[in-house]
């Protein structure tokens, strides 16, 4: 009887090695997979940064910042352009 259920405790065992290793193995191939989006994400966003268009938005972007701070800031936008 004790035989049997040191096998049984044994088989048990094996199982639940089994079943972490399985899930250690999908831990890791999802970490993989949302290390290379986020490359893939973030290699985008460089490049389109880099480009014409990118320089043109980051300076519009300024811009509208700037032009935002000081309608906050209480300043005259239409008096900084003369009119």
């Avoid at 985008?44 to 935002?68: E, N, P």
Wanted: no cysteine; aromatic share 6%; proline share 0%.
């Amino acid at each position: 009887m004790l035989e049997n259920q040191a096998t049984n405790i044994n088989e048990q065992n094996r199982k639940i090695d089994t079943n972490q290793q399985h899930l250690n193995n999908e831990i890791a191939g999802l970490r993989n997979e949302l290390q290379r989006s986020a490359d893939l994400q973030t290699k985008w966003y460089q490049d389109f940064l880099s480009s014409a268009s990118g320089q043109v938005f980051k300076i519009l972007l300024i811009v509208v910042l700037g032009l935002l701070g000081a309608n906050l800031a209480g300043v005259d936008i239409m008096k900084l352009f003369g009119k």
